[in-house]
């Protein structure tokens, strides 16, 4: 097993494009990459080299799950986890957990944002978990990449994901937000849950910076 790893991919869930993903992989680089349950069959799909498969497979076929298993016994060269279907958490959940326990340093989710909302919605509050041990982490999609952060924060405009940039916040205030390089600047306003106040910005500097005094936010960089 790998450890201390630098940038890890979880491929989950079943609201992933192949076709996206395979143009993504044309440009990021990653250590180590867990398919967690459905995102096994879109790893199979594009014929991935995997390091680890973890979920309880409720929704993989078991002749996919057989022929991973039967590599496995002849090279060894990635990890299988099976988890029962009565489980308490999800299997995006176990698989960001996974990435922290071995150390990643930097976490990428994809398939995290498919048709159920209830998992995309339970995927954004686990970013909670490797954001309380200050690794970054984000899911991404065709059309978006979301992320929290809980301290002021500088965007790059050659680096962001998409034309629009949008932060929600996920606490019920966050305070004193001041926007500079943005087409919409704030300064110290105070964005509270349930306004839309943060929704669509654009950044129009090559540097733009989020500060605010305390509180979470949501970050999401999105493209039509």
Do not use: W
């Amino acid at each position: 097993m790998k450890s201390k790893l630098g940038k890890t991919l979880i491929i989950s869930g079943s609201g992933i494009s192949t076709s996206f993903l395979k143009e993504f992989l044309k440009e990021e680089v990653f250590d180590y990459i867990i398919a967690a349950d459905y995102g096994l069959l879109t790893a199979h799909k594009l014929g991935l080299s995997l390091d680890h498969i973890l979920g309880d497979f409720d929704s993989v076929p078991q002749e996919i799950i057989n022929e991973y298993r039967e590599k496995n016994k002849k090279d060894k060269s990635f990890i299988i986890e099976k988890y029962k279907p009565e489980k308490d958490y999800t299997d995006t959940q176990i698989a960001i957990e996974t990435a922290i326990e071995l150390g990643a340093k930097e976490i990428v989710i994809v398939g995290g944002t498919g048709t159920r909302l209830d998992h995309t919605l339970s995927n954004i509050q686990n970013l909670l978990l490797p954001l309380s041990k200050n690794i970054k982490c984000c899911l991404v999609d065709e059309h978006n990449k979301l992320y929290i952060i809980d301290k002021s924060t500088k965007i790059q405009r050659k680096n962001i994901f998409g034309s629009y940039i949008s932060l929600l916040p996920l606490t019920s205030v966050v305070t004193k937000v001041t926007l500079k390089g943005f087409k919409y600047p704030l300064n110290e306003y105070n964005i509270e849950m349930g306004h839309s106040i943060g929704v669509s910005n654009e950044i129009v500097e090559d540097c733009a910076e989020i500060i605010f005094e305390s509180g979470l936010l949501v970050v999401v960089e999105s493209r039509d």
